[in-house]
């Protein structure tokens, strides 16, 4: 067999659809435990017989999704009901509950735990960000604009500058995490919830919902909770992606700032000099198909009458699929910048403007005459800005000159030492709320299980 040599652990990351898809079978566990929840609600409420054996069903079928998904089903939800029924359960799974709140629910309650870790990747890439801001703060390159040198700058402004707008997404995932996406279709049947007297808030509490999605026609017929979710991470991956072009720019042979670590790069199967920045074209690659799919989601929803219509099933690959892409896009970036070195490549030519503005001021001009003085000189010279200044009677300042004076923001080491810590003391209060926000959703999926457990053994009876 010949494989290319180079990748390492980043090989899986380019292995095309075909083979990433054995894995995905995404929301198979969250329609369980919603069904799970449903029941252990009619259970308390002591309504109707034979729950105990579908909850202990339920909570067989939690490992059996092979067996369960390997029928003729039109969904996972017929599947997993004509499952329970075959084993002597079952009869109630409709009382109160449709598919249309139940796939809702289980939607929402995947999305929340994917969420979670894409906000957890995040913070791990502005954690590398900021240790190499650190490492980097005094490595000289230039600011790029047109993508030509514009003005001396800092490996570590360039850094920060990712890491800022990585801070601001991650704020904004946060809330509508919080505010739209964790909140409880449960209980609102099709369109317009049932007679059966269940209490949303309760399904709401035994999922580990945050509230309850409160109008019934929202909360089983829309997805506006999905193109928020997918506006806020394609955007993001729009960063990412800006993120990767300078990286593969600058990786470039001749340009030569940055060194990319070998799990990073291919070999060409027939250019023996190639070293391709291949993780990075694909995570490139991946901020398109975010696109994509959120212009799905919205085409698929713009023209849709109220309700559920069978319409959005359409969307729910996309939509998980897009979840799973964000999440390994940004690993894959975490672990490409633990590795990259940086080099420093000379910014002379970029001191200009800095020449021109104390030009002005020593001479008493404006800085409109001084900036075509020194164009001038620069012309004249060939745009040798050494030469130019000496036609000028001036010396190359330094680049530490250049950079002492910059206002806040700038790439002046000394404010960007202060920034940085700013920006970790940011990162930690964001984790700090993770943690906890995480450690909510994993107890209350541990006590519906217990409660279920419970139930099943005869040691919890339910009706209040
Ligand atoms: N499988 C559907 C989905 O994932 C739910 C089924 C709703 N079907 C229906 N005819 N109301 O969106």
Same mark, same amino acid.
């Given at each position: ?10 090989r ?10 054995? $894995?995905?079978?995404p ?14 609600? =009619? +259970?308390? &409420?002591?309504?109707?017989? $034979? !729950? ?7 909570l ?11 029928g003729? +089903?039109?969904d996972?939800?017929?599947?997993? $009901? ?7 359960g079952?009869?109630?799974?409709? /009382?109160?509950? *449709? ?5 809702a629910? #289980? ?5 929340i ?8 990747e995040?913070?791990?890439? %502005?954690?590398?960000? &900021? ?5 980097n ?5 230039? #600011? +790029?604009?047109h ?8 490996v570590?402004? /360039? ?18 995490? %919080?505010?739209?996406?964790? =909140? ?19 399904? #709401? ?5 945050a ?13 506006? +909770? ?6 806020? =991470?394609?955007?993001?991956? !729009? ?7 300078? &990286?593969?720019i600058?990786s470039t ?22 070293r ?37 099933? @359409? ?5 998980l ?14 672990d ?6 940086? %080099? ?16 002005s ?27 130019? &200044? ?19 923001g ?10 940085? $810590? ?12 993770l943690?906890? /926000?995480?450690?909510?959703?994993? @107890? ?12 099943? *053994?005869?040691s919890?009876t339910?009706? *209040?």
């Open positions: 067999m010949y494989r290319r040599p180079g990748l390492g652990d980043q899986d990351w380019l292995l095309d659809f075909t083979s990433s898809l054995k $894995e995905d079978k929301i198979f566990r969250a329609v369980v435990l919603t069904a799970l929840a449903h029941q252990i609600h =009619l +259970f308390e &409420l002591g309504l109707v017989p $034979e !729950v105990r054996e579908t909850i202990s069903l339920l067989d079928a939690l490992e059996r999704e092979e067996e369960i998904l390997s003729d +089903f039109e996972v939800h017929e599947a997993l $009901e004509s499952w329970v029924m075959e084993r002597r079952g009869g109630w799974m409709a /009382y109160g509950k *449709s598919r249309n709140d139940q796939v629910t #289980a939607l929402r309650y995947s999305a735990r994917m969420l979670i870790s894409i906000l957890w995040i913070n791990r890439l %502005r954690g590398s960000l &900021l240790d190499a801001a650190i490492s703060l005094e490595l000289k390159i230039p #600011a +790029f604009t993508l030509r040198p514009a003005q001396p700058s800092t570590s402004h /360039y850094l920060l500058y990712i890491e800022g707008e990585l801070f601001h997404h991650y704020r904004v995932i946060w809330h509508v995490l %919080r505010q739209v996406v964790d =909140l409880c279709p449960l209980g609102s049947g099709p369109a317009a919830g049932s007679s059966v007297p269940l209490d949303r808030g309760r399904l #709401a509490d035994l999922l580990g919902f509230g309850v999605e409160s109008n019934t026609l929202l909360a089983t017929g829309s997805r506006s +909770f999905e193109t928020l979710t997918l506006g806020a =991470l394609s955007s993001l991956m !729009v960063v990412l992606s800006r993120f990767c072009e300078d &990286l593969i600058w042979p001749g340009i030569n700032i940055v060194d990319l670590p070998k799990d990073h790069v291919s070999t060409s199967s027939i250019m023996p000099q190639k391709n920045p291949v993780t990075l074209e694909v995570v490139r690659a991946k901020a398109g198909r975010l696109i994509g799919s959120l212009v799905t989601l919205l085409s698929v929803t713009k023209g849709l009458p109220s309700g559920y219509n069978l319409d959005l099933q @359409e969307t729910n690959e996309r939509f699929g897009a979840l799973r892409d964000v999440r390994d896009s940004l690993r894959v970036l975490s490409l910048i633990k590795g990259v070195v940086f %080099r420093e490549v000379k910014v002379e030519e970029t001191l200009s403007q800095f020449v021109a503005e104390e030009l001021r020593r001479k008493g001009i404006s800085y409109r005459e001084a900036h075509s003085l020194l164009a001038s000189a620069l012309r004249e010279s060939d745009w040798d800005l050494g030469r130019a &200044l000496s036609s000028l009677g001036l010396e190359t300042p330094s680049f530490d000159e250049a950079l002492a004076t910059n206002v806040r700038g790439p002046n080491p000394e404010k960007l030492r202060n920034e940085i $810590e700013a920006r970790r003391r940011l990162l930690r209060g964001d984790i700090d709320k943690v906890e /926000y995480e450690a909510e959703k994993m @107890e209350s999926e541990r006590r519906l299980l217990d409660l279920a457990r419970k139930i099943v *053994s005869g919890s339910g009706v *209040s």
